[in-house]
């Protein structure tokens, strides 16, 4: 990182209740003290929100994850990004590392809400200037801001982390065709060859995959199952059946959002021919959520220089989604 470190009394940091300890390691990669926050729910389920240090004309960032639960994050969010704006904030940026909603882009169905759109026009409206996620589940959605936005990449994480594996035999493959691009640029930089699976999605929790396209697994006797997000698991579980059907016999599972709702860690660690689930601390994932197979990667390191490159006004066009990290390290 630069020398040149961001100005404590001018810069303030804060976290919403959803993931208090990734902030505080972004913070501390920053050289920040995490401010306080105080969050109090009344009688009446009403959140009462105070920042605990002055905004006055200062440059604010306020991390917060819309992780379950989902709804209540959202609106400390917003709150917090309106105490900001309303307490003189010169700038404030919403640092969301993930966030959920990417899944709701279009209209597929009469009558419902792209859900997206809405929540981005209300980050803006509660006072945002600026914002930054991570591998937003669908791309577009990063088009739907109208403030500057930006998606971070874990791809260098996960290829550091990688890189001290043996690959040999090894293939990468997306669950479905809107993950491949990205899996084929994180093969790309493994030399691995890449594959996705024909999946159709049938509700929230039940999937159908319909074969697996791509480069051909012959040879090749382990997989590297790549996602951006993992939340029930039924997805890749399917992929893992028809991968032991092809004579996959050791199975990788990395995803940047590591949800892991209505069991679906439990799922995916009593399959046998899985060995190590991946992901990152983009969701807190409590102490009875750890497994002996299950390992977080941490991306404060990524927030953290994206908030300094910011800050300095220098280029962290190799930080984001469509960055080639392989060229840049």
């Given at each position: 990182?630069?020398?040149?470190?961001?100005?404590?009394?001018?810069?303030?940091?804060?976290?919403?209740?959803?993931?208090?300890?990734?902030?505080?390691?972004?913070?501390?990669?920053?050289?920040?003290?995490?401010?306080?926050?105080?969050?109090?729910?009344?009688?009446?389920?009403?959140?009462?929100?105070?920042?605990?240090?002055?905004?006055?004309?200062?440059?604010?960032?306020?991390?917060?994850?819309?992780?379950?639960?989902?709804?209540?994050?959202?609106?400390?969010?917003?709150?917090?990004?309106?105490?900001?704006?309303?307490?003189?904030?010169?700038?404030?940026?919403?640092?969301?590392?993930?966030?959920?909603?990417?899944?709701?882009?279009?209209?597929?169905?009469?009558?419902?809400?792209?859900?997206?759109?809405?929540?981005?026009?209300?980050?803006?409206?509660?006072?945002?200037?600026?914002?930054?996620?991570?591998?937003?589940?669908?791309?577009?959605?990063?088009?739907?801001?109208?403030?500057?936005?930006?998606?971070?990449?874990?791809?260098?994480?996960?290829?550091?982390?990688?890189?001290?594996?043996?690959?040999?035999?090894?293939?990468?493959?997306?669950?479905?065709?809107?993950?491949?691009?990205?899996?084929?640029?994180?093969?790309?930089?493994?030399?691995?060859?890449?594959?996705?699976?024909?999946?159709?999605?049938?509700?929230?929790?039940?999937?159908?995959?319909?074969?697996?396209?791509?480069?051909?697994?012959?040879?090749?006797?382990?997989?590297?199952?790549?996602?951006?997000?993992?939340?029930?698991?039924?997805?890749?579980?399917?992929?893992?059946?028809?991968?032991?059907?092809?004579?996959?016999q050791q199975i990788w599972v990395a995803c940047t959002h590591g949800?892991?709702?209505?069991?679906?860690?439990?799922?995916?660690?009593a399959v046998p021919q899985i060995s190590e689930i991946v992901t990152?601390?983009?969701?807190?994932?409590?102490?009875?959520?750890?497994?002996?197979?299950?390992?977080?990667?941490s991306v404060a390191p990524i927030f953290g220089e994206a908030i300094?490159?910011?800050?300095?006004?220098?280029?962290?066009?190799?930080?984001?989604?469509?960055?080639?990290?392989?060229?840049?390290?």
């Amino acid at each position: 990182m630069d020398q040149k470190n961001l100005d404590p009394g001018e810069v303030r940091f804060f976290s919403g209740s959803s993931h208090p300890q990734l902030a505080a390691d972004i913070a501390g990669y920053l050289g920040l003290t995490l401010d306080n926050t105080r969050i109090i729910r009344f009688s009446n389920d009403n959140l009462y929100i105070q920042l605990g240090a002055s905004v006055r004309s200062r440059i604010v960032y306020i991390l917060q994850s819309l992780s379950p639960p989902v709804n209540d994050h959202l609106v400390e969010l917003l709150m917090m990004l309106d105490i900001a704006r309303s307490a003189s904030a010169r700038e404030i940026h919403a640092i969301i590392p993930y966030f959920s909603f990417a899944r709701s882009d279009k209209k597929d169905a009469p009558r419902i809400s792209i859900t997206a759109r809405l929540v981005a026009d209300l980050l803006q409206t509660a006072g945002a200037t600026h914002l930054m996620t991570m591998m937003l589940h669908s791309p577009q959605v990063h088009g739907f801001f109208s403030i500057p936005a930006d998606p971070l990449s874990s791809r260098l994480v996960f290829k550091r982390y990688f890189d001290q594996h043996d690959l040999s035999d090894t293939i990468v493959v997306a669950p479905d065709i809107g993950q491949a691009k990205s899996a084929a640029r994180f093969a790309r930089q493994l030399n691995l060859p890449v594959a996705a699976g024909n999946k159709e999605r049938i509700s929230d929790t039940e999937v159908r995959l319909n074969g697996i396209v791509g480069q051909q697994m012959q040879g090749c006797t382990r997989a590297l199952i790549y996602d951006d997000e993992v939340a029930t698991g039924g997805s890749v579980l399917e992929l893992c059946r028809m991968l032991i059907e092809y004579g996959i016999q050791q199975i990788w599972v990395a995803c940047t959002h590591g949800v892991f709702c209505r069991g679906g860690l439990e799922k995916l660690v009593a399959v046998p021919q899985i060995s190590e689930i991946v992901t990152t601390d983009t969701v807190y994932l409590p102490p009875d959520k750890q497994h002996p197979k299950l390992h977080t990667l941490s991306v404060a390191p990524i927030f953290g220089e994206a908030i300094h490159r910011n800050y300095l006004r220098q280029s962290i066009s190799e930080l984001f989604v469509y960055g080639e990290e392989e060229e840049k390290e």
